[in-house]
């Protein structure tokens, strides 16, 4: 773990600018050593910190009523799990904003029969104004990749117009069903929310559809596995809850592993040794920061992604090399 994500750990009303300081100044040291917000923290290590408040022992001294005799309450135990579990998501942060790599099978929101959620667990991470994180996008539960959550009020409302203005650019990768014709085009349709026996799903329906909203999207394909598989990059220029999934479909190539859009195909087998698992992305964001100037970042595929990828002979740098 990242000598910064240990702090936030362990040291979360510890802010970012006092952090950085501590380190200038040489105040906190790793065995000895002067220590970098990079340096990796191993099991064994010795973290020389100076006194500080809301620490690990300052912590450890908190209960209530619902711990009983033995030890730390229900509600502290819980919410040091769920610092824990953002801290080891963690790709970026500054004052203003953390941005996670969300795994794929976590909501970002609560909802019926969710007990938790990246919403539910940012109370983990409240400031010593007793702010809570708060989120500015979402992408779907079994979607995996950026998530981007302002840390504070002022920022929320920065990101959060960056994304009604589509100031935002965010790349999805996909693997898809069979290889599309075009080697890079804009799909455009018109979706409207239906009730199914699965649940609530997108449909394209005609333009004066009522309650429909008009969504765009891109597609370039990166990568192709013989007429079987293609590796699609995708950016949604407007975002309506499962576009991507839903446009992919519209073409005739369902990402492998969506239970709600995928078609059967007499003509083609899940390959053996892939997850019938999504296989879509948040792969990365470029967005105007809060504090002037730009953000970007990038975020490393789920195991089952990168299962598939080196099972077909894909590599991510191909995206690179074919733009």
């Known amino acids: ?15 970012f600018g006092a952090l950085q300081k501590l380190l200038r100044s040489g105040q906190i040291r790793l065995d000895g050593k002067r220590a970098k917000s990079d340096m990796r923290v191993q099991a064994g290590q ?9 620490g690990p022992a300052a912590a450890a001294a908190k209960s209530d009523s619902s711990a009983g005799a033995g030890g730390l309450s229900k509600k502290l135990l819980r919410q040091s799990s769920d610092g824990e579990a953002l801290a080891k998501m963690l790709l970026y942060e500054d004052d203003k904003v953390f941005i996670f790599n969300k795994p794929a099978g976590l ?3 609560g909802g019926s029969g969710l007990s938790r959620h990246i919403d539910g667990m940012l109370e983990a991470w409240r400031n010593k104004k007793g702010e809570k994180p708060r989120l500015v996008h979402r992408i779907d539960r079994e979607t995996s990749g950026i ?7 002022g920022a929320a409302q920065s990101l959060t117009a960056a994304f009604r203005t589509r100031e935002s650019k965010k790349t999805y990768w996909t693997l898809v069903r069979g290889v599309p014709r075009k080697a890079q085009d804009k799909i455009s349709t018109w979706l409207v929310r239906e009730k199914t026996a699965q649940g609530d ?16 999207s891109y597609y370039r394909v990166v990568d192709k596995a013989g007429r079987n598989i293609a590796w699609l990059e995708m950016e949604p220029y407007t975002g309506r809850t499962h576009q991507l999934r839903v446009h992919a479909a519209y073409m ?13 195909d007499d003509n083609w087998q899940l390959p053996g040794g892939m997850q019938n698992r ?9 967005l105007p920061h809060p504090g002037g100037g730009i953000l970007a970042c990038t975020a490393p595929l789920p195991p089952h992604m990168v299962q598939s990828f080196n099972l077909l002979g894909f590599r991510a740098e191909t995206a690179a090399e074919e733009q």
Do not use: E, N
């Not at 998530?147 to 009020?153: M, N, P, W």
């Open 252 to 264: 005739g190539h369902p990402i492998i592993g969506d239970d709600k859009y995928f078609f059967a």
């Open 278 to 286: 999504l296989h879509l992305h948040a792969r990365s964001i470029r």
């Open 1 to 15: 773990m990242r000598l910064d994500r240990w702090f936030r750990l362990h040291y979360p009303d510890l802010s």
């Open 107 to 109: 909501a970002v929101q």
């Open 46 to 54: 010795f973290v020389r910190v100076p006194p500080l408040p809301g």
């Open 147 to 153: 998530l981007v959550v302002a840390r504070t009020r």
């Open 201 to 216: 799903k997108m449909r394209v329906c005609p333009h004066g559809t009522v309650a429909a909203d008009h969504a765009v």
